[in-house]
């Protein structure tokens, strides 16, 4: 897509707006979104909790979140005991494409360097670029897996203003052990970005990094509500990092970024976290299920600590991709050439995937 005539930035001349196709298709796995809505019950929650805000829109929100902040931290200790967080090492936006943005607005720039992992969240080199800020893509190893040697030397290589680490990372599903966050923790020049988007899907064994908080003040985890949470829709991202990181961040949002509406909902749905993030161990359960069965079919595939599945190889990955399209089911076209990626969904959804691909694969295995 091109705009002729316009003066926009040549540096975004030619560039193509992301996005995955958005088709109305009866099995939606491309996302990652968690296939469960809200109860009646929550409904009615989420639908009074607009209801009382919904009188006092003439006014603008708290521009501090200051209430959904301390909510959020509430959960993060819960989720990771022992990690003593409060509002005031808490922050949050509109997703956390939002977060991420903000961070490159306060630590990127013209001049800058950000260093990621590829195959990964292909969001973190679109907003960085975007923010002026130089691209470095330090690879990924060949199990998708991040080597903290290798990782600590292109650190040391390219002294980065900002670090990425996503873990578990989207679109592999792997998990990175504290070992390596720390190795590059220790190297690193500048900000080191954990985007723990999947963070509620892993397996048992992989501690959070908000464990490493205390010791690294140039550590920023971020997490969302979009995926465990199943709140997608409502657009809330976080952060956890120390304070001094949120005072930097007050720098760039804009005043009063998180409406009324998507706080008075953000903090509802927390309320009732216990019910939202009911569905995890079901996914968690479909998600090793369909790893089996595609490894039992012969397929490669990525070990998964999210809510995908990463899975291969295909020569020819675009005909895999229409052939189950054509059968209603739509999974995503992202990563390394020859693979595919599928969300887990219920499971009347993953038999969907699993009939509509055995079909795929004898017609063009
Ligand atoms: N980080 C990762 C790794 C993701 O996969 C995604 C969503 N696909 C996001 C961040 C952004 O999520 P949101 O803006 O909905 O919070």
Redesign the pocket.
């Known amino acids: 897509m091109t705009v002729p005539g316009l003066p926009i930035r040549d540096d975004l001349r030619g560039l193509e707006p992301y996005g995955a196709p958005q088709l109305d298709v009866p099995y939606a796995l491309n996302?990652?979104e968690n296939p469960y809505p809200p109860s009646e019950r929550l409904v009615k929650a989420l639908g009074e909790a607009v209801m009382d805000v919904a009188g006092t829109l003439n006014r603008y929100p708290d521009r501090d979140a200051s209430a959904l902040r301390e909510d959020l931290a509430a959960f993060l200790n819960a989720d990771t005991p022992g990690v003593g967080l409060t509002g005031r090492r808490v922050w949050a936006a509109n997703?956390?494409?939002?977060i991420?943005q903000q961070i490159l607005q306060v630590f990127g720039g013209p001049g800058r360097t950000a260093v990621g992992f590829e195959p990964s969240?292909s969001?973190h080199p679109i907003i960085t670029r975007v923010s002026g800020t130089r691209w470095v893509d330090a690879f990924r190893d060949e199990d998708f897996g991040i080597d903290p040697g290798r990782a600590v030397e292109a650190v040391r290589g390219h002294r980065p203003d900002v670090v990425f680490l996503?873990s578990p990372n989207?679109p592999t599903g792997t998990a990175l052990p504290l070992e390596a966050i720390e190795a590059v923790l220790e190297a690193a020049p500048g900000m080191v970005v954990v985007?723990e988007?999947?963070a509620e899907f892993r397996r048992g064994g992989t501690p959070s990094a908000l464990t490493l908080l205390d010791r690294y003040p140039r550590l920023i985890v971020t997490r969302?509500m979009?995926k465990a949470f199943a709140m997608?829709g409502t657009?809330l991202?976080y952060l956890a990092a120390s304070p001094a990181v949120i005072d930097a961040l007050l720098l760039v949002r804009l005043p009063y970024h998180l409406s009324a509406v998507t706080q008075a909902v953000a903090r509802t749905a927390l309320a009732h976290g216990e019910e939202l993030l009911g569905g995890v161990e079901a996914l968690r359960g479909e998600r090793d299920a369909v790893v089996a069965w595609l490894r039992g079919r012969g397929l490669a595939v990525a070990d998964s600590d999210a809510n995908f599945v990463l899975f291969g190889t295909f020569p020819d990955r675009r005909r895999v991709w229409e052939g189950l399209l054509a059968r209603g089911v739509l999974i995503r076209e992202v990563g390394p050439p020859e693979w595919l990626r599928v969300s887990v969904g219920t499971p009347e959804e993953m038999a969907a995937f699993r009939t509509a691909l055995e079909e795929v694969l004898r017609e063009a295995p």
């Not at 997703?95 to 939002?98: I, L, V």
């Open positions: 996302t990652n997703g956390s494409n939002e991420i969240y969001m996503t989207n985007d988007a999947y969302t979009s997608a657009r991202g």
